[in-house]
């Protein structure tokens, strides 16, 4: 019997989490993600932090103090983001889980899975310019 429960509460979970792994659109990931700052991790490490701005704007960083400025665009059922330094389009599939957001890199699939560490409600460290002789 217990054994049964066990099987029957595995089951009744799947439909809840297919739901949480759909592909985000358009609408739905500028609901999640505008005014935020989400910090994202990669194999159990920081990776890059990313703020939504109005507008779809955003800005990036690997966490290194240099930030980039962008946009982001839905397209065929993608979310993809061009930035200023890099004129190619970087597409991802997101998801929503429990847990936060997944991101999965679409000009690679096998490449990069990044998941949401957190929204810290802070601001991202951007250096200024450098200038030098």
Not at 12 to 35: H, V, W
Not at 40 to 68: I, K, M, N
Not at 107 to 129: F, H, I
Request: glycine content about 10%.
């Amino acid at each position: 019997m217990r054994h049964f429960l066990i099987l029957f509460t595995a089951l009744a979970l799947l439909p809840l989490s297919s739901r949480a792994a759909d592909p985000m659109g358009a609408e739905e990931f500028d609901r999640y993600t505008k005014g935020k700052t989400l910090f994202y991790g990669f194999a159990g490490t920081a990776y890059g932090a990313e703020r939504y701005l109005p507008g779809r704007r955003v800005l990036w960083s690997f966490l290194d103090g240099h930030c980039q400025t962008g946009i982001w665009y839905e397209d065929a059922g993608q979310i993809c983001f061009v930035y200023e330094d890099n004129n190619t389009p970087q597409c991802w599939s997101f998801s929503l889980t429990p847990d936060g957001l997944n991101a999965q890199f679409q000009n690679d699939p096998q490449a990069t899975e990044l998941y949401e560490s957190g929204d810290l409600n802070e601001e991202m460290l951007c250096l200024g310019p450098e200038v030098g002789v």
